[in-house]
């Protein structure tokens, strides 16, 4: 298997072909026809003596020696990408790019409208927001199908970059004439009032919680879901109140209908952070793009 032997642009496509999952979707990334595609493949296969990718539904999976020889060639051929790309500045005006974000649902109606506002003068720009299972974020980011995610703070290897973007307090949202919507809310009024808490997970507490816990008192749950605005639609229509972040209990309270009260306690509040796989964060397009996200935070 000697380096002479192999066409360096066969390393471009296989990495195209591991990061799309697809020959279809590599073609496309790479502006080549699916057949071309197939042939450099092909010539993969020959020269490792492995299939290097099995196809299972509609995904092309990498077998052990792929992922093995990606691990190994990845950080060489970003090197190389990365030489390039500081000759050539990104113009977001004139230049096409498609971004990959990775957001839960509350995020993207934090997140979104700004960020869109201000790509308005950018009409060849596009954003993919998708909500990514957090155990799969660092191999999204490092695949290269992500280009940045924004979610709380998580434990993360020192390959996957992240920096605070903002910090978000704890709110209580009720309906306008709730029985508890005054100026100061108690904690005897907030532990007798049913609440909604939103969550992923079935069972467990959410982060107030574990504040309460801590004083000594619990609050009585009456529904849990698993989305912000289902729980808002229960708490306009309902005496359900709900323990929420304070930037989007704002968005919601510009309806009217909605009274946003204090905590009767100092509950944790929820740091957003902004991560990305440091293999790309030299790329100029990237680079522009994080700085937008920054900026509208």
């Known amino acids: 298997m000697a380096l002479n032997r192999l066409d360096l642009n066969l390393l471009h496509v296989f990495d195209t072909i591991y990061r799309e999952g ?32 099995t196809r299972q539904g509609n995904q092309m999976v990498p077998t052990p020696l792929a992922r093995r020889f990606l691990e190994s060639m990845r950080p060489g051929l970003t090197q190389i990408q990365n030489s390039v790309n500081q000759f050539h500045a990104f113009d977001p005006a004139t230049q096409r790019k498609t971004y990959s974000l990775g957001l839960r649902d509350i995020l993207e109606s934090t997140f979104l409208p700004a960020l869109m506002k201000r790509l308005t003068e950018y009409p060849e720009l596009e954003v993919v927001s998708q909500r990514i299972a957090r155990r799969e974020m660092e191999t999204q980011l490092a695949a290269g199908k992500l280009d940045f995610a924004v979610d709380v703070l998580l434990p993360v290897s020192n390959q996957t970059a992240h920096e605070l973007l903002r910090r978000d307090r704890l709110v209580v949202l009720a309906r306008k004439g709730h029985p508890i919507a005054r100026d100061t809310l108690t904690m005897e009024d907030y ?70 009260m204090t905590p009767p306690a100092d509950l944790p509040g929820l740091d957003v952070h902004l991560y990305w796989h440091k293999a790309y964060e030299k790329e100029p397009a990237l680079t522009w793009f994080r700085e937008q996200l920054k900026r509208i935070a």
Not at 37 to 46: A, C, G, T, W
Not at 194 to 213: A, K, M
Not at 227 to 248: G, K, S
Request: overall charge positive; charged content about 25%; proline content about 4%.
């Open 191 to 260: 532990l007798n009032a049913r609440h909604v808490l939103v969550s992923s997970r079935t069972e467990g507490p959410g982060i107030e919680d574990f504040e309460l816990s801590r004083l000594g008192v619990r609050r009585n749950i009456r529904l849990r879901c698993q989305h912000y605005f289902a729980a808002c639609r229960v708490v306009e229509e309902t005496d359900l109140v709900l323990t929420m972040p304070e930037t989007y209990a704002r968005i919601i309270a510009g309806r009217d209908g909605f009274v946003i």
């Open 22 to 53: 697809s020959l279809t979707r590599a073609a496309k990334a790479l502006h080549l026809t699916q057949p071309a595609v197939s042939h450099s493949l092909s010539r993969l296969r020959d020269h490792f003596n492995d299939p290097l990718f």
